[in-house]
């Protein structure tokens, strides 16, 4: 490591700084803390991506560094933080595995992460190669707080915390993605969170709650409905 | 053994003994300046210690001989321990007899006495703390270990000075995995000394209390030198720090005694750093319940694995 550049370093401190979000994501209670976190996830990826474009002189990365800042620091926050007042969700129920078992699950998946990005970043031929294994492993940590949080605001932070690991893994593996493809992947993910916003007060109209295994009685009242 | 090499060794010892209450006294007037309360004189510690020492001993009457000797066998080692980590220089004679694994070695024996003698006299309580002890113990042993792996696979040796001195001496650069066992390391650092997060040091409280609920049956003199050996493996977990993660300024390979001058005010400097920032998380966090210890150490650990795999994959 010794001998790098300082900014490939840098890079390299983003990319553990990312895992180390993710699992902090995984061990938060706090939805609040939770859509904090996400910001500040999303401030080391706008940090990453501009080391990035300094290093490498692709002008497109500051475009999507912008962009980064625009939605992924500012406005998605904003609008969470917006939708935990209006629903006033500020905990999440005890998630299905403790924290300590999500963790050690964690460990693992970083472990099987790596051991699959490691053919991949053999073919890369970016500098930030090494960096992929992290991407992906941020990318099944969101998965796996997905997984086993009930909460939907929770998993709604689960998917835009896996779409932060994608956007890296793509800016290691190639140096960030088309940007139409960018532009599109962001405007999904805009749209999404509004209309997963709408999505939640229509799920705590019906439940009272915001808690997503009370979906799972959907099937039996469906079936009630279509014999009646 | 070259003259320098003793001198350096024991300037350190002096240093641990003498600075050690200094440094709990630091991090105690810290702590009562972030509570607005006004704040006990810095020496308090030493003359706790010097006022036990002058009572007369109080013994239990079914104690055996192994309480009356724990508190000197725990004082020992930690002396021991204090000469073995580089806090100052890092050519130290006694280093050659035990590396980093063999000094966690030496605070485990420590507290398996600790532990052993507050169960001698069979008081509720000292048996309580004892338990507590253990499992604290057995959680941190390994996250510590696991730290000292990521130090040990950077520099490819287990012999503390030997890791200081690579570290010290190599071009600067970022470690993430470093940093992951940094904050691994002060985790493991609180639970270990009884800081807040898992005990306090300033309860009487006994439902809660950890480390002062061992020490309850002893006296005078016992009493002096368990608090005494407490303050030391404070100073001595903080030096492990700074021989980890902030090598810079101990004197390294056959300098001139000038480096080892320049060394005491480095280490002064760190250690008031340390004790400030030590005072700061405990005060801004709030003391977990015995229940919750394992998952604050398993985090500890956690952390310590995930520096290990970072420093694997990026090779940093």
New interface residues.
């Given amino acids: 490591m010794n001998g790098a550049p300082l900014t490939l370093q840098l890079l390299n401190f983003c990319a553990a700084l990312l895992l180390l979000l993710s699992f902090a994501m995984l061990s938060q209670r706090r939805i609040v803390n939770l859509v904090n976190l996400l910001a500040v996830q999303g401030s080391v990826l706008l940090l990453a991506t501009l080391l990035l474009a300094a290093r490498t002189g692709q002008h497109h990365l500051y475009l999507s560094a912008a962009l980064t800042l625009g939605l992924k620091v500012i406005l998605l926050p904003w609008l969470l933080h917006r939708l935990i007042r209006r629903l006033g969700v500020y905990w999440d129920a005890e998630p299905l595995l403790n924290i300590s078992g999500t963790m050690l699950v964690g460990v693992l998946t970083v472990v099987f992460a790596f051991g699959l990005a490691q053919p991949i970043s053999q073919l890369a031929s970016t500098a930030t190669r090494n960096a992929i294994g992290i991407a992906v492993a941020v990318v099944l940590l969101s998965f796996l707080m997905m997984i086993t949080r009930r909460k939907a605001m929770s998993q709604v932070v689960g998917f835009l915390s896996m779409e932060n690991g994608l956007f890296f893994g793509a800016m290691s593996a190639t140096y960030g993605m088309p940007m139409v493809v960018e532009f599109g992947v962001a405007l999904d993910v805009l749209v999404a969170v509004l209309v997963l916003g709408i999505f939640f007060f229509q799920i705590r109209e019906q439940f009272d709650s915001l808690d997503l295994h009370h979906l799972e009685s959907l099937r039996e009242e469906a079936g009630h409905g279509g014999r009646s | 053994m070259r003259p320098i090499e003793v001198v350096t060794q024991l300037l350190e010892l002096a240093a641990a003994l003498a600075a050690a209450p200094l440094f709990l006294g630091w991090i105690n007037q810290c702590r009562a300046w972030l509570q607005n309360r006004s704040a006990p004189s810095i020496w308090l510690p030493y003359r706790g210690i010097a006022k036990l020492f002058h009572k007369d001993a109080v013994i239990a009457v079914r104690a055996s001989a192994l309480f009356r000797l724990a508190p000197y066998i725990v004082f020992g080692a930690m002396v021991l321990a204090a000469g073995i980590i580089p806090s100052m220089g890092t050519r130290l004679p006694f280093t050659r007899i035990a590396d980093a694994i063999a000094l966690v070695g030496l605070l485990a024996t420590a507290r398996v006495f600790m532990s052993l003698a507050a169960m001698d006299v069979g008081t509720a309580f000292g048996t309580l703390g004892a338990r507590r002890e253990m499992m604290v113990g057995f959680l941190a042993e390994p996250a510590l270990l696991m730290i000292i792996f990521v130090a040990s696979l950077i520099s490819a040796t287990t012999a503390l000075p030997a890791i200081t001195e690579h570290l010290a001496t190599?071009?600067l650069?970022?470690?993430?995995?470093l940093?992951?066992t940094a904050v691994a390391f002060t985790m493991v650092l609180l639970a270990e000394n009884a800081r807040i997060p898992i005990d306090n040091p300033a309860t009487h409280l006994e439902l809660t209390m950890i480390h002062e609920a061992l020490l309850l049956e002893y006296s005078a003199r016992h009493l002096a030198l368990m608090e005494w050996a407490a303050a030391l493996k404070l100073f001595n977990y903080a030096c492990i720090g700074f021989a980890l993660f902030i090598p810079w300024g101990v004197s390294t390979g056959q300098e001139a005694p000038l480096a080892l001058l320049a060394s005491i005010p480095v280490l002064a400097a760190k250690l008031i750093v340390a004790g400030g920032a030590l005072a700061l998380i405990e005060t801004v966090s709030a003391k977990l319940r015995v229940f919750r210890a394992?998952?604050f150490l398993?985090?500890a650990f956690?952390?310590a694995?995930?520096g290990l795999?970072?420093h694997?994959?990026?090779?940093?």
């Avoid at chain 2, 650069?173 to 995995?177: A, D, E, N, R």
């Avoid at chain 2, 694997?312 to 940093?316: D, E, P, S, T």
Wanted: without cysteine; proline residues 8%; charged residues 5%.
């Fill in positions: 190599q071009t650069g970022l470690y993430p995995s940093a992951f394992p998952e398993a985090t956690l952390f694995v995930l795999l970072v694997l994959l990026l090779g940093a």
